[in-house]
């Protein structure tokens, strides 16, 4: 039987084969997974420690946080601010960016999170997770700033999320492919359990809130209707549903056994494209999606070439099976 290989032994093989992943990558992805495992911990202990409820404070999005968004937020700062491979940071939790204070080294990397995506579900004990991407800056020589983090999701260098259900699983890509690995808690490390994952192209299960039917755009209704009328309608098959609330778990799933996730725009914020945001929710998960044969756009154009005006802009976002995604994209172009 052959020995579980780390998520470390991984890291180290892909540098030397695939050599496009530099060792300050593969150290800031090591922190990283770290993190996760502490977050991880923090996520576990649910009301055997203080960690659940809400901190009586808002995040820049105007959202209520709960103590575990501070929490996943503050260790990913702590663990990464230090190692010299990062400039600066980005996360939902931060109005602004968080520059590596001038006691520390600086790297050329750039690291963008959602430290708890789902948040609302850790007091109902459902699944949440980490979601992060990284870019490189794109003046190595030059300070680091605002403007630096807006480069579109093509230009990622490593995307990823760590879902804690079940299990703990880190999911990544720097590029070649999606690799997941649960994390072996008796060892305390991630173990590759999964490699060159890929989603089918056709699928017969949609994700999205139905409670919001009544506000969405035509195209997404007209999809969401052929799902519903099933065998008995145009699409011929059955469909089943499928919503956690935490797009971590719906994106688990159908990098799975694939599936289509919709959170597309509403009437009820017209001036708001959508819920997600692009930099640390939308682009990470779309370029997880497009690595393992899936799509992503958002219900016009790929995601991943949209060049961000802000930080923390939100997107409409379609992704999953390729096949139902050039549909719903197709329904928004008209035919
Ligand atoms: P709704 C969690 O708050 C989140 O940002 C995503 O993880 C999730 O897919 C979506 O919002 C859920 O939104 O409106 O269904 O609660």
């Known amino acids: 039987m052959t020995s579980p290989i780390s998520l470390t032994r991984y890291l180290v093989e ?5 050599s496009h992943i530099p060792a300050d990558l593969r150290l800031l992805l090591e922190v990283v997974a770290r993190a996760c495992k502490s977050i991880s911990r923090a996520v576990n202990k649910g009301a055997l420690g203080d960690v659940l409820g809400t901190a009586q404070s808002e995040n820049v999005q105007g959202e209520i946080q709960k103590k575990l968004d501070i929490i996943a937020n503050e260790v990913l700062i702590e663990a990464n601010e230090w190692g010299g491979h990062l400039a600066a940071m980005a996360s939902e939790e931060m109005e602004g960016i968080y520059v590596v204070p001038n006691r520390y080294p600086q790297g050329e990397y750039l690291l963008l999170f959602d430290p708890l995506d789902g948040s609302s579900n850790v007091d109902v004990n459902v699944s949440i997770g980490t979601i992060f991407s990284v870019l490189k800056k794109p003046d190595a020589s ?6 630096d983090f807006l480069q579109p ?10 879902v804690y259900g ?3 699983t880190l999911v990544l890509t720097v590029g070649d492919g999606v690799s997941m690995f ?3 808690r008796e060892q305390g490390s991630f173990v590759l359990t999964q490699e060159r994952v890929k989603i089918p192209a ?4 949609f994700a999205i809130n139905m409670s919001n039917m009544r506000h969405w755009a035509d195209p997404v209704k007209r999809y969401v209707d052929e799902c519903l009328a099933g065998s008995t309608g145009v699409r011929g098959k059955d469909f089943n549903m499928r919503w956690v609330a935490s797009m971590v778990a719906d994106v688990h799933r159908i990098l799975t056994r694939g599936g289509i996730f919709l959170y597309p725009w509403d009437k009820r914020e017209p001036g708001k494209p959508g819920k997600l945001r692009l930099m640390y929710e939308a682009n990470p998960m779309s370029w997880l999606i497009e690595q393992a044969g899936g799509a992503a756009t958002d219900g ?4 991943l070439d949209i060049e961000p ?13 390729r096949n139902e995604v050039e549909r719903v994209t197709g329904y928004h172009a008209g035919l």
């Open 14 to 18: 892909q540098q030397r084969i695939q």
């Open 142 to 147: 030059a300070g680091v700033s605002e403007s």
């Open 153 to 162: 999701g093509n230009r990622q260098v490593a995307a990823g999320y760590c």
């Open 166 to 168: 079940p299990q703990t």
């Open 182 to 184: 649960t994390l072996d």
């Open 202 to 205: 056709d699928t017969k299960e």
């Open 300 to 303: 016009r154009q790929r995601i």
């Open 309 to 321: 005006t802000q930080l923390h802009q939100r997107v409409s976002v379609v992704l999953g099976s």
